[in-house]
């Protein structure tokens, strides 16, 4: 649809876009992203026929935009431009129909039905219909951006370049413009070539990219070779981190503020308070969590950790809800807190803290074996839900990557089941030796200050004191339990 070839152009002389080669297929989304005056703008102009080339060629349909005559480029390509204005005082749907003047026919431009049935649509579609008869000046900025849309989509074009589109829409609108220019693509084969500032709308929408630095192509390609972490630090020369969009395939980049993780507060047995009723430790700041809490699981930011105790009886058949309320009874947000429960008397918790060469840990551990489970024969138990009976904290004074978490878990699961064979706890089923119990729960939580720490299996020295710490806690819990058991 869109064939660039080596395309050179500028002001005055002066070059502001150098060398650009890349095409696009019909019914693409494409993106153009680059930091500010990186000659985005400039480009698109230079492909709707607005600004003259320097120098290389560019064809839409095959044919070269400069042998296109002003209405015939017009019927083919729309284009929305970043600052729409208008001097005159038009009503939206004068506005709208301005777009239809490409297919108008004869010397009296007759306005037809089809005029005015594309008008309509394109209206609809873009939901500016309720104001059609208002005057364009009375509207909201982002009303006037989707007249504009509307008047872009009247021309009934096989291209349409798009210089920002969600600038002034709020998000529901960015959703909902994306989403419909998503559609047509797919649906009606529309080809859309688009500037964006927001990279994350980019990565979530766009078929493939093109970045843009100092006026030359950085990279083009598929959206996630593109956002690369190292190069849009470079480009933008700016913090940010990439992580993948949490329900769809699409990357996403974060900014990372300057002064956040300043500081060198570690979480220690001083935060730490014990009741009947839970256990609560308090952090001064937000630490970086996953966990299999019954409030707070995955992966997030919380600052209160509460395990709480319930009779063996609980009914947990909304027991997430029901966990929210008790946190609030007692001042913790629950949005602020991983929460966990456990039958387990919490007098026989088991804490203990842990010096590494460049980091800590401290250890948390509450268990009971009435509920234990061999893993590897748990289809011979039961599937009702009962509360957990081992909950293992792990809390980290250092910077653990994902990677790191994910093995602090495996660790922490490893030694917890060592520590069941060591105490000889067995599943009462099967009469094998237990590797837990039927719905233990574990946190890993780090403050993410201090030092790097990317690993955490068995054989680094994190993991080593995580596997260590969790055995003895568990051992000693354990140990406890059956004391009390026993007297
Ligand atoms: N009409 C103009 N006359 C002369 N120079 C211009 C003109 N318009 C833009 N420029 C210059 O061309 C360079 C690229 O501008 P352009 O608008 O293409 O960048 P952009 O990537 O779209 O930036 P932004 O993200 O800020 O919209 C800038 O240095 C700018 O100052």
């Known amino acids: 649809m869109l064939n660039v070839q080596q395309l050179t152009g500028g002001y005055s002389g002066e070059k502001v876009v150098n060398d650009i080669s890349f095409s696009v297929n019909k019914g693409e989304l494409f993106g153009i992203l680059g930091p500010n005056g990186s000659g985005k703008t400039t480009l698109l102009k230079m492909l709707t026929g607005i600004l003259p080339f320097a120098g290389g060629k560019a064809y839409i349909k095959g044919k070269p935009i400069e042998e296109y005559k002003l209405k015939e480029l017009a019927k083919v390509a729309a284009i929305l431009p970043?600052?729409?204005?208008q001097t005159f005082s038009f009503t939206v749907k004068e506005t709208v129909s301005l777009g239809r003047y490409a297919h108008q026919k004869g010397l009296f431009q007759t306005w037809t039905e089809e005029d005015e049935s594309v008008v309509m649509e394109v209206m609809k579609q873009t939901e500016v219909d309720p104001f059609a008869h208002h005057d364009l000046n009375e509207l909201s900025g982002g009303e006037r951006q989707r007249v504009y849309l509307a008047q872009a989509l009247a021309q009934k074009p096989e291209i349409l370049f798009l210089d920002e589109p969600t600038n002034h829409l709020d998000l529901s609108f960015?959703?909902?413009?994306?989403?419909?220019?998503?559609?047509?693509?797919?649906?009606?084969?529309?080809?859309?070539?688009?500037?964006?500032?927001?990279?994350?709308?980019?990565?979530?929408?766009?078929?493939?990219?093109?970045?843009l630095e100092n006026g030359k192509i950085q990279k083009e390609g598929l959206p996630d070779e593109v956002l690369e972490e190292d190069r849009i630090r470079s480009v933008y020369r700016t913090k940010i981190m990439k992580q993948p969009h949490p329900s769809v395939p699409a990357p996403q980049l974060v900014l990372l503020p300057e002064g956040e993780t300043e500081g060198d507060l570690s979480i220690n047995e001083s935060m730490l308070s014990f009741s009947l009723e839970h256990i609560v430790l308090k952090a001064p700041f937000p630490l970086k969590t996953m966990s299999s809490g019954v409030v707070g699981s995955g992966t997030g930011w919380h600052k209160n950790f509460v395990n709480r105790h319930v009779d063996r009886r609980y009914d947990c058949s909304d027991h997430r809800n029901e966990m929210r309320e008790y946190l609030r009874s007692?001042?913790?947000?629950?949005?602020?807190?991983?929460?966990?429960?456990?039958?387990?008397?919490?007098?026989?918790?088991?804490?203990?803290?842990?010096?590494?060469?460049?980091?800590?840990?401290?250890?948390?551990?509450?268990?009971?074996?009435?509920?234990?489970?061999?893993?590897?024969?748990?289809?011979?138990?039961s599937s009702g839900m009962k509360p957990g009976t081992i909950n293992t904290w792990v809390f980290v004074n250092g910077v653990l990557t994902e990677e790191a978490y994910i093995q602090a878990i495996v660790t922490a699961s490893e030694a917890k089941a060592k520590a069941m064979s060591d105490m000889e706890v067995k599943d009462l089923i099967t009469g094998t030796i237990a590797t837990g119990t039927s719905t233990d729960s574990i946190l890993i939580a780090a403050t993410q200050r201090g030092s790097g720490?990317?690993?955490?299996?068995?054989?680094?020295?994190?993991?080593?004191?995580?596997?260590?710490?969790?055995?003895?806690?568990?051992?000693?819990?354990?140990?406890?339990?059956?004391?009390?058991?026993?007297?």
Request: glycine letters at 8%.
């Open 82 to 85: 970043q600052h729409s204005s």
């Open 174 to 211: 960015q959703k909902s413009l994306l989403d419909t220019l998503k559609r047509w693509t797919k649906e009606q084969g529309l080809t859309v070539v688009s500037i964006f500032h927001d990279l994350n709308l980019a990565g979530l929408y766009c078929d493939r990219l093109l970045l």
């Open 330 to 381: 007692y001042n913790f947000e629950p949005v602020e807190t991983v929460g966990m429960m456990t039958a387990v008397i919490l007098e026989d918790v088991c804490h203990h803290f842990y010096e590494g060469s460049n980091f800590s840990v401290l250890v948390v551990v509450t268990a009971g074996v009435g509920n234990s489970v061999d893993a590897s024969k748990s289809d011979a138990h």
């Open 453 to 487: 720490l990317d690993y955490a299996g068995t054989i680094t020295s994190l993991g080593k004191i995580i596997g260590k710490g969790v055995h003895e806690c568990t051992c000693r819990a354990i140990q406890k339990s059956r004391e009390r058991a026993g007297s």
